[in-house]
Structures are given as structure tokens and as C-alpha cells.
């Protein structure tokens, strides 16, 4: 997992760079992650799976607050995750999308007043 996100921190980086005007030289000391920005590790994080990015917050303190953000678990999420929200018989209460990720992963949710119903009309 960190040879994956050190591959994708390269290449943001090196986007970075280029876009900035700056080339690297040999004075020029190599970038590193803490050099990053926010938004940056946000978007490598949720190319990657909660679980990485549950593990990626151990890397640095950029990292942890992209890891948390809701950026980032919102991606992980279903699309159509506020309809199935919606349809549920027990409200789902959350503070983040993080959170709610969890919720609905590991444990059960009684939609539709439990009843079973057809999404397809014939």
C-alpha cells in the first residue's frame, strides 16, 4: 500500500511542479509527502480503499486530517447512499461521511418498513 501511494504522491508532485513552474534540480531537496497539499492527499486517498486510507492516517498528520475528511469517505460511499438513508425504517444518525461509512458497513439497515420491494416495474 505505501509503495502504491508513494507511486501517486510522485505524481502529484511532479504534476505540482510543472504547474507551478518550478523544475527540480540537483539544489532542490526531494519532495516529500508532508510537502503536499491537503487537497492533494485527499485525492490519492480516495483513489485508494477505506482501508488504506484508514491506514494511510498513521503516515503523517496531513495525511490523518484527509484520512477524516469527509472528501474522502463521501467517494467510498454508494451514489444513491442518501436515498437509501431516506428508506430506512430507524433513522441513521452520523457526524461524518467517515462515520456514516462505518454505520453502514457493519451493521444491518431495515428499509422500507421491511417489507420487500421491487425497484423494477413490468
Not at 4 to 16: I, N, P, S, T, Y
Not at 53 to 77: E, P, Q, T
Request: aromatic share 10%.
Amino acid at each position: 500500500m505505501h509503495i502504491e501511494l508513494e507511486k501517486c504522491a510522485d505524481r502529484w508532485v511532479g504534476c505540482a511542479n510543472r504547474f507551478s513552474g518550478e523544475e527540480m534540480t540537483e539544489s532542490n531537496n526531494a519532495p516529500s509527502f508532508s510537502d503536499l497539499p491537503e487537497g492533494y492527499v485527499t485525492d490519492i486517498l480516495s483513489i485508494t480503499s477505506p482501508r488504506d486510507a484508514c491506514r494511510a492516517s498513521s503516515i503523517s498528520k496531513a495525511f490523518h486530517s484527509a484520512a477524516d475528511s469527509d472528501a474522502v469517505w463521501d467517494r467510498f460511499l454508494p451514489l444513491d447512499y442518501r436515498q437509501v438513508i431516506a428508506r430506512t425504517v430507524s433513522p441513521v444518525v452520523f457526524e461524518s461521511k467517515k462515520q456514516l461509512y462505518h454505520r453502514l458497513s457493519e451493521s444491518y439497515i431495515i428499509l422500507d418498513c421491511g417489507y420487500l420491494v421491487s425497484q423494477t416495474t413490468w
